[in-house]
C-alpha cells in the first residue's frame, strides 16, 4: 500500500465513531451487533461525571470523531416506559447548564427517531417523587449520571459532533434500592458483594431488581436497533 492508500487507512480509523458506555454491561450488549462493532468503536468509561471526564481528557480532541454516549437512562415523566429509547436533544446538567447535541444531523424526528432533553445528575435518582420534582424543574423526561460529562468536554474543546442515546430500564414510579450508586466498580463492572449486601438489608427490593434486569435487557436492546440504523445510514452516505 503507498503513502496516500495509508494516509486514507489513517484518517477512516481516525474519525471512527466512538460509542461510550458507562456500564461493561452496556457495551457488551453493543459489541454484540456487527454493524455497530464495524462502524464504531465501543469503550466503557465507568459510571459518573468523574469517569468520563477522565476518559475524556485521556483521549484527547485531535484525532477523535463522533463521540456518542449510549446506555440506559431513567425516566422523569409517565409517557416513557421500560425498553422505550430517546435521542438527547439537549443534555442539562443538575447546577443549570445547558448544551444542544450535534448528533445525528438532519433531525432525527424527520426519520421516525423520539427526541426529548436528558438530565445528568451526580447521584441516581431513587424516588418517583424525585424524578418528578426534576422534571418540574428543568423539563427533562430522562435523567442519568454521565452525559454532562460529554457535553461539557464537548463545548470546552469545540467538538463539533457529538450525542446521547439512551434507553429506559427504570419508569417514574420505581422505587430504586438504597445504595444503587456504589453498585458499579470504576470500571464498569458489577460489584456481587455490595449488591448482596444491600439487598440482605432490603430484601423487598430483589423484585425491583429482577425487573430492572428485564427492562434494561429491553433498553440495551432498543438503543442496539437505534445506533445501527444510524450508523448505517451514516455508512450508506459515505
Known amino acids: 500500500m503507498g503513502v496516500q492508500g495509508?494516509?486514507?487507512k489513517s484518517?477512516?480509523?481516525l474519525s471512527r465513531p466512538i460509542i461510550l458506555c458507562a456500564l461493561e454491561y452496556?457495551?457488551?450488549v453493543l459489541r454484540r451487533s456487527e454493524t455497530i462493532a464495524r462502524e464504531a468503536?465501543?469503550?466503557t468509561t465507568g459510571p459518573g461525571i468523574d469517569a468520563v471526564l477522565d476518559f475524556l481528557l485521556e483521549l484527547g480532541d485531535d484525532d477523535v470523531g463522533m463521540v456518542v454516549f449510549a446506555g440506559v437512562a431513567g425516566a422523569l415523566t409517565p409517557g416513557l416506559d421500560a425498553g422505550d429509547v430517546r435521542i438527547a436533544r439537549r443534555v442539562l446538567s443538575d447546577d443549570g447548564e445547558k448544551w444542544t447535541a450535534t448528533w445525528p444531523t438532519g433531525g432525527a424526528a424527520s426519520r421516525g427517531l423520539a427526541m426529548c432533553d436528558v438530565l445528568t445528575t451526580r447521584r441516581i435518582l431513587r424516588l418517583p417523587e424525585e424524578?418528578?420534582?426534576a422534571h418540574e424543574t428543568t423539563g427533562a423526561e430522562m435523567a442519568d449520571n454521565e452525559s454532562a460529562a460529554l457535553a461539557a468536554w464537548a463545548a470546552?474543546?469545540?467538538h463539533r459532533t457529538w450525542g446521547v442515546v439512551r434507553g429506559v430500564s427504570d419508569e417514574v414510579e420505581t422505587v430504586l434500592p438504597d445504595g444503587m450508586d456504589e453498585w458499579i466498580a470504576r470500571n464498569g463492572r458489577l460489584r456481587p458483594s455490595r449488591v448482596a449486601y444491600d439487598l440482605l438489608r432490603q430484601p423487598r427490593s430483589i423484585p425491583t431488581i429482577r425487573r430492572l434486569g428485564r427492562s434494561s435487557a429491553l433498553a440495551m436492546?432498543?438503543?442496539a436497533a437505534t445506533l445501527e440504523r444510524l450508523l448505517g445510514a451514516m455508512e450508506?452516505?459515505?
Do not use: L, M, P, Y
Request: no cysteine; aromatic share 0%.
Open 6 to 8: 495509508q494516509d486514507r
Open 221 to 223: 436492546k432498543g438503543v
Open 26 to 28: 452496556e457495551a457488551r
Open 11 to 13: 484518517e477512516r480509523r
Open 41 to 43: 468503536s465501543i469503550h
Open 236 to 238: 450508506a452516505a459515505s
Open 156 to 158: 470546552r474543546t469545540n
Open 131 to 133: 424524578r418528578r420534582r
